[in-house]
């Protein structure tokens, strides 16, 4: 009896040593690489998670909904741009927009999104690396992006663009682009409900916030490109993604030469 109420006593230390100790559990505002991010996850919604979370959440300005580019114009200019300028820095009015059109809330107290969801599951998750000095006001490290409360959070911090391009197969394009959009798919949300066909879903969903991506891109005036020929186990490492991420799209976004 002694024996159960010591162990017992042991796995509650060690429980709230890694709910509540930053340095145990990897904190992102500093253990920004090595483990994987629990808070970077959108599942992990729970209360002592969101407190922890909140510390690295940064907001974004709200995105407009009014642009100088009707959608067909931007339909017709739309193309797979490989160069970017690096002299030229994004603010964060592009960076808000850019993600909103991928995943954005579009209704007012609401929570359906800027692309379609097979029964509204959202398997999808975006994240925004930003390179150095590729957004003003942001440092370089990579971001979740937070529909829901329109905040992005970092999860890791440093430029880490060459290696994204490393692992797209050394397509060194990438790397020039101040920032580069990455969509990861969580498979089980869409699965768990219609079995697998919803992995067909999913595949459809990201087709949807890429071209949404491109158009916005175009509607601010920026070049964007896509990528999908890249080693997956090589940049979910690199990104330190939760195992269940599965990472399916890169589109780098900038503005043009
Ligand atoms: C799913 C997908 C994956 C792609 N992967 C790459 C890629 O890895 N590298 C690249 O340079 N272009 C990539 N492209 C861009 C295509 O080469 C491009 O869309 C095609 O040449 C047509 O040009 P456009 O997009 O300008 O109309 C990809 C496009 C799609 C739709």
């Known amino acids: 009896m002694k024996m159960i109420s010591i162990v017992l006593f042991l796995s509650m230390l060690l429980l ?21 991010n629990i808070y970077c996850m959108a599942g992990s ?11 690295s959440e940064i907001p974004l300005p709200l995105p407009k909904y009014r642009g100088s580019l009707t959608v067909e114009e931007a339909i017709k200019k739309r193309r797979t741009i490989r160069n970017f300028s690096s002299a030229v820095s994004l603010n964060q009015q592009m960076v808000s927009q850019i993600l909103w059109a991928a995943q954005g809330i579009t ?79 969580e498979y089980t949300r869409t699965t768990k409900k219609y079995e697998e066909r919803g992995r067909r879903y999913v595949h ?22 896509i990528v999908g020929a890249f080693q997956d186990e090589n940049l979910k490492e690199t990104l330190k993604l939760p195992l269940s991420y599965d990472p399916l799209l890169i589109m780098p976004v900038g503005a043009g030469n």
């Open 107 to 185: 209704e007012k107290g609401g929570d359906k999104r800027s692309i379609a969801s097979a029964g509204a599951l959202y398997p999808l998750d975006v994240y925004v690396l930003v390179g150095n000095k590729g957004v003003d006001g942001l440092a370089a490290g990579l971001y979740h992006y937070h529909p829901s409360e329109n905040k992005i959070q970092l999860c890791i911090q440093g430029d880490l663009r060459k290696k994204v391009a490393e692992a797209a197969l050394s397509q060194t394009w990438i790397a020039h682009a101040p920032i580069i959009i990455i969509i990861t798919a």
């Open 45 to 55: 919604d729970n209360s002592i998670f969101q407190k922890k979370r909140k510390k």
């Open 204 to 225: 459809m969903e990201v087709g949807h916030a890429g071209q949404n991506i491109f158009l916005q891109a175009e509607a601010l005036g920026l070049n964007a490109g």
């Open 16 to 36: 709230i040593m890694y709910l509540v100790l930053p340095s145990f559990s990897g904190d992102p505002g500093t253990a920004i690489s090595g483990a994987p």
